[in-house]
């Protein structure tokens, strides 16, 4: 039995809720052997990002011919990748490797407000990046900047992903969680149609690395060798119990657990 690998380009996030650290938990926490690229390494807590350091590019396309050398990797997904020449630099690695299938978190703003993403490098996203995407997993206002066009109904949402789809990508998660709905719904839209995932709206600050981490188990889940709809499935319901037993840590939008299963167990001694 090898133990399934997947990748994750993104960067350090020093709080250890979001960004390289969320997503090597959540591996760990389904079963999966994680390797990274570290993109860029930030200064930051629940509160907020305080500085932020790129990694020079050739010490980033170091990191993935090394990973990508040595490890069979079953999946992978990019997250904070905050400029052009950065975006660049990774997806020219993804082709040279023909690495797959690619999970694209398009991190633009932290959870404290930060703006992560520079303004150049949206154009670089939607010309680099999303034709190499197996799925693309925008939260509502991240979907309004890929797709350009305002989110206000299901519909939009829909026409929103379709647009997306039409940079390139095979299908995008439109998540529901800055919607104000009840239960939260997210749209899967892929070219077989539309797939909804309900699921109750958790109300807790506990909410920084939320899309890292549901990002990271979709990814996962497709390194396991699950099919695409049952991968985001089991995604939606490890973020909510992750949410769920959340430990209240920090002063700002703090962490969640990224191994409820260890929570449940001691709940049963």
Do not use: W
Request: aromatic share 2%; charged share 20%; net charge negative.
């Amino acid at each position: 039995m090898t133990l399934p690998v997947a990748l994750t380009i993104a960067g350090s996030d020093s709080g250890a809720g979001a960004g390289i650290q969320a997503d090597l938990k959540t591996f760990a926490a389904l079963g999966v052997y994680g390797v990274t690229v570290i993109t860029a390494i930030t200064a930051q807590n629940t509160v907020g990002v305080r500085a932020v350091q790129e990694i020079d590019l050739d010490v980033i396309g170091a990191q993935l011919d090394a990973v990508a050398e040595d490890f069979p990797i079953g999946a992978l997904k990019t997250g904070m990748l905050s400029s052009a020449a950065i975006i660049e630099i990774v997806a020219a690695g993804i082709q040279r490797h023909r690495l797959g299938p690619l999970v694209v978190d398009p991190v633009m703003i932290a959870k404290s407000g930060d703006r992560l993403l520079r303004e150049d490098a949206v154009d670089a996203l939607r010309r680099r990046l999303l034709p190499l995407a197996h799925v693309v997993t925008p939260n509502i206002p991240e979907a309004e900047v890929l797709a350009a066009r305002a989110i206000r109904t299901r519909d939009d949402r829909l026409a929103a992903a379709h647009a997306i789809m039409e940079l390139g990508a095979q299908a995008v998660v439109i998540k529901g969680g800055h919607s104000q709905d009840d239960p939260i719904v997210d749209l899967l839209v892929d070219s077989q149609g539309v797939h909804e995932y309900r699921a109750a709206r958790i109300v807790t600050t506990s909410t920084h690395g939320t899309g890292c981490t549901f990002s990271a188990a979709i990814t996962a889940g497709l390194a396991i060798g699950l099919d695409l709809p049952r991968a985001v499935a089991e995604a939606r319901d490890y973020l909510s119990r992750a949410l769920a037993s959340a430990p209240g840590l920090g002063h700002g939008h703090g962490p969640l657990n990224h191994f409820p299963a260890l929570q449940e167990a001691h709940a049963h001694h």
